[in-house]
């Protein structure tokens, strides 16, 4: 299994053109002590409890906690708000969650987004480590769920992926349903090929319609000019 770098801690709540931002940063776990520097549901659910504005959740994460990170989901999934989430810079593994529980998904550009199957270290007789790759087996099918619902994938394609490790490109990850745009620069976010298509295709029937119109006004010139 591959290891991300370290991401710094952040935690940060600001109110910023009518919308709640919320910037999450580091790894998703449960926290333990009070002290504890790391992105975990009862944090994300006391600070977003209360608010009724849109929300958006920027995010940096090399992942962390399964459980924690389906509780967050799950959190996201059910709340009023629109929630829109951004990716800063990685969102991994268990960070990936907190992606699927958005309304909409913007990747900026660079950023990269990583699935992967459970992973735990256990010991002990093969009774005990027979317990441990069910419960891998079972961990894995409810996050074959959480991205089929999201992306609209195939599980065996899924499963392919996760098999593998796979990384995504900003602009893949917009491709294969798990975001929903591109962030570039200043510029708006560059939506999803579908769209992109459909707005090519508006252009080019107002241009027909522009030609059309003007010639059936050179045939109306010459029929008055005889």
């Known amino acids: 299994m591959t290891k ?6 952040q935690f940060k709540n600001e109110l910023k053109n009518g919308k709640h931002v919320l910037t999450l940063s580091g790894n998703v776990r449960k926290k333990y002590w009070s002290d504890d520097d790391v992105i975990n549901a009862k944090d994300v659910r006391e600070t977003l409890d209360a608010v009724s504005e849109d929300i958006v959740i920027k995010l940096n994460s090399p992942g962390g ?4 990170g389906i509780e967050i989901y799950n959190y996201l999934k059910d709340h009023p708000s629109n929630i829109t989430v951004e990716v ?36 002990g007789n093969k009774s005990d480590i027979q317990k441990t790759l069910n419960a891998l087996e079972t961990i894995d099918e409810s996050i074959l769920s959480i991205y089929s619902e999201k992306t609209g994938q195939s599980n065996e ?12 490109t900003a602009d893949e990850a917009v491709e294969f349903g798990f975001a929903d745009s591109v962030k570039r620069d200043n510029a708006e976010p560059v939506e999803s090929e579908e769209s992109i298509e459909d707005i090519i295709n508006s252009k080019v029937a107002i241009a027909m319609a522009a030609f059309s119109n003007s010639q059936n006004t050179d045939t109306h010139e010459v029929k008055t000019k005889s």
């Open 65 to 68: 906690d399964v459980f924690e």
């Open 4 to 9: 991300t770098k370290k991401v710094p801690f």
């Open 157 to 168: 394609q899924l499963e392919e992926w996760m098999n593998e490790e796979k990384w995504f």
């Open 88 to 123: 800063t810079g990685v969102a991994a593994s268990a960070a990936t969650f907190i992606v699927a529980g958005a309304d909409e998904v913007i990747m900026n550009i660079g950023t990269s987004l990583m699935i992967h199957e459970a992973s735990t270290f256990t010991w």
